[in-house]
């Protein structure tokens, strides 16, 4: 059973910064891509960044130079660190893994099977 708990969020003023972790068991953490994506009250969930289990990384053009993504496969957890936050960077946040082994950072909700429960995170002006 593939679980996801994500953590970190919070309330940040504007140009602050904040890491979100997700721990994931239940699978072997590193044959697996990891994707974050957020989503606003009245939004639909959108993409912010993925993680393929080579490391290669993708990200949204909103976040890029803002956000990195990061993973540690001896800890099971995938990090989020998000630098010079914008109040439209408030969103609960969402980390998942992907449905097929050997994936890579994929920005499409399709491509992951698993998903966590969300963290908010609120960036004050």
């Known amino acids: 059973q593939v679980q996801l708990v994500e953590s970190g969020g919070g309330l940040v003023q504007a140009g602050g910064s904040l890491r979100l972790s997700c721990a994931a068991s239940?699978?072997?953490?590193?044959?697996?891509?990891m994707g974050w994506f957020r989503q606003a009250p009245g939004k639909e969930r959108e993409f912010v960044g993925g993680?393929?289990?080579?490391?290669?990384?993708n990200y949204a053009d909103s976040v890029k130079g803002r956000f990195t993504i990061s993973r540690d496969n001896a800890k099971n957890t995938v990090y989020l660190q998000m630098n010079s936050l914008k109040p439209e960077d408030s969103a609960v946040y969402y980390c998942?893994?992907?449905?097929?082994?050997?994936?890579?950072?994929?920005?499409?909700?399709?491509?992951?099977?698993?998903w966590g429960q969300g963290t908010q995170v609120t960036v004050s002006s």
């Open positions: 998942a893994q992907g449905t097929m082994s050997w994936g890579n950072a994929a920005d499409s909700k399709d491509y992951y099977a698993y």
């Open positions: 239940g699978r072997t953490f590193g044959r697996y891509a």
């Open positions: 993680l393929g289990w080579s490391s290669s990384t």
